[in-house]
């Protein structure tokens, strides 16, 4: 009796596809309306195949069709969503357009796959059936009738598993499907746009910035974390560094994993100088106190009759005329941060007897 059954069903589902055949279902003109309508540009081609209708195109240009019935199925790279739709020649269109409707309580229509894990999940639909034995419905990952799951899944550009399409489709395996996403780009820069090496002094930071195509997250190494974030043009700072650090970013998507991009951070010591000039010079003359630091963030200039701070941007090259100086209190003094053992300077005036300017 169970055998008796188990052909009765079997014999169900051929003939449901036979009557579909004899429609005219084969002929994919007598379906082009805008609802399964794709483009050939679509990003998955090859075919699913099922023992009882045999192979599902994803692609038109898997038969070179595409000048007279124009479909394929897409998944969008940063959504994971599916649309499109696939063509069998003996039932006709099977759309991944459905975002509504599953057959099953709480169940979730949309077509998707996650970007993380690789797996597919929701519901496609052959657009043909009639409800009459058969809805139609293509679950795509579940639990089969013995326990175990299943499901199809995308590791690079290539599917594995199996979907469920009841007792017309039966079991849809997904092993001939491909993806034909392009690869993710990363590109990591430093400070600005554009640029791939800074150089900073002890103690400073730069900042990291980073944009992407064709990713869903983004990985970081070498000291900062990019959150997941497949951009990021704001930046995040390094922090305070003591010395050269490479960064480096690598970037997933639907079409693989980006080759990684690199940026160099050199961390050099301050360069910081204070002159007089004249140098020589006698008690209550005059001279010009010129300074200069670069790779600080900031400075300040002390002496007898000179006190300059919070330093930035140009003032840190600059000079002041016209300085009277006094022998009490010789010595001129540039100090920057971040502190370090190269950020402070100095000189120190040479006073003479009877020394007079000319």
């Known amino acids: 009796m169970k055998r008796f059954f188990w052909s009765s069903r079997f014999f169900a589902a051929a003939l449901l596809a036979v009557l579909m055949l004899i429609a005219g279902i084969r002929y994919k003109g007598l379906f082009r309306t805008s609802s399964v309508r794709a483009d050939s540009s679509q990003n998955l081609s090859g075919y699913a195949w099922s023992s009882n209708i045999g192979w599902i195109s994803f692609n038109c240009t898997n038969d070179t069709s595409c000048a007279t019935s124009n479909y394929g199925v897409n998944i969008d790279p940063a ?25 099953e309580s709480g169940c979730t229509t949309q077509p998707n796959l996650n970007t993380t894990t690789g797996a597919i999940t929701g519901w496609a639909k052959a657009l043909t059936a009639d409800n009459n034995g058969w809805d139609g419905w293509i679950k795509l990952a579940g639990t089969a009738s013995s326990g175990g799951a299943y499901g199809p899944t995308l590791s690079g550009t290539t599917f594995s598993g199996y979907s469920w399409g009841a ?20 590109n990591l820069y430093v400070n600005t746009i554009g640029a791939t090496s800074a150089t900073i002094g ?49 970037c997933s998507g639907l079409g693989g994993t980006s080759v990684p991009s690199n940026v160099t951070v050199t961390v050099t010591q301050p360069l910081v100088t204070i002159t007089a000039n004249p140098n020589r010079v006698a008690d209550g003359g005059q001279t010009t106190i010129s300074w200069s630091a670069t790779y600080v963030n900031s400075c300040s200039v002390t002496g007898h009759n000179l006190s300059k701070s919070n330093l930035t941007g140009p003032d840190l090259a600059s000079s002041t005329p016209n300085v009277v100086v006094s022998s009490t209190s010789p010595t001129y003094v540039i100090s920057c941060l971040p502190v370090s053992p190269s950020s402070t300077a100095s000189t120190t005036l040479n006073f003479g007897t009877g020394i007079k300017e000319f």
């Not at 994971?80 to 057959?103: E, L, R, V």
């Not at 395996?173 to 993806?179: F, G, T």
Request: aromatic share 10%.
């Open 202 to 250: 002890s103690g400073q930071s730069a900042t990291l910035l980073w944009t992407s195509t064709g990713a869903t997250s983004c990985t970081a190494a070498g000291g900062f974390s990019t959150g997941g974030a497949t951009s990021n043009t704001t930046g995040v700072s390094t922090g305070p560094l003591t010395s050269t650090q490479n960064y480096s970013i690598s």
């Open 79 to 103: 959504t994971g969503n599916f649309s499109g739709n696939a063509w069998s020649n003996n039932i006709g269109w099977i759309s991944f357009n459905q975002t509504t409707g599953c057959p």
């Open 167 to 186: 007792d017309v489709i039966g079991w849809m395996d997904w092993s001939k499907v491909v993806s034909a996403a392009t690869a993710p780009t990363a």
